[in-house]
């Protein structure tokens, strides 16, 4: 179950009177079970029916899929350094030759942006 308006504000009060522990204890009593991760909180919370964050107020629905596609990235980071240490490049060369051209110059060093620009479009 997720907040009710009427308890995101009753969890307003409780969090002025005992801080971010207060809400928390606050949504058990009242049997809130829907958590979500909250950026602002930098932890998952409990929810309210209109997708905020009961203990911050915060908008979530979008937090929760950046925290996840920050999670799959940083996966993919420690797949990358694993390939690298057993000099297996083969997934890595696929995944970066399906980047836009434009970001993989950025990614280099600007002094070497000059020698690839005319694999850019309308260079």
Same mark, same amino acid.
């Given at each position: 179950?997720?907040?009710?308006?009427?308890? !995101?504000?009753?969890?307003?009060?409780? !969090?002025?009177?005992?801080?971010?522990?207060?809400?928390?204890?606050?949504?058990?009593?009242?049997? $809130?079970?829907?958590?979500? !991760?909250?950026?602002?909180?930098?932890?998952?919370?409990?929810?309210?029916?209109?997708?905020?964050?009961?203990?911050?107020?915060?908008?979530?629905?979008?937090?929760?899929?950046?925290?996840?596609?920050?999670?799959?990235?940083?996966?993919?980071?420690?797949? $990358?350094?694993?390939?690298?240490?057993?000099?297996?490049?083969?997934?890595?060369?696929?995944?970066?030759?399906?980047?836009? $051209?434009?970001?993989?110059?950025?990614?280099?060093?600007?002094?070497?942006?000059?020698?690839?620009?005319?694999?850019?479009?309308?260079?």
């Amino acid at each position: 179950m997720k907040a009710t308006h009427e308890q !995101y504000e009753q969890a307003v009060r409780r !969090y002025d009177i005992g801080g971010p522990s207060a809400v928390y204890r606050y949504a058990a009593e009242i049997g $809130v079970d829907s958590n979500s !991760y909250c950026v602002p909180c930098e932890t998952d919370t409990p929810d309210c029916d209109d997708d905020c964050c009961l203990v911050c107020g915060d908008y979530k629905p979008n937090h929760r899929k950046t925290h996840m596609k920050d999670t799959l990235i940083c996966e993919v980071l420690e797949q $990358v350094k694993r390939d690298i240490e057993v000099g297996d490049h083969t997934a890595i060369f696929e995944l970066l030759a399906t980047c836009p $051209v434009s970001d993989l110059i950025a990614f280099l060093p600007e002094e070497k942006w000059d020698k690839f620009t005319s694999l850019q479009p309308n260079k």
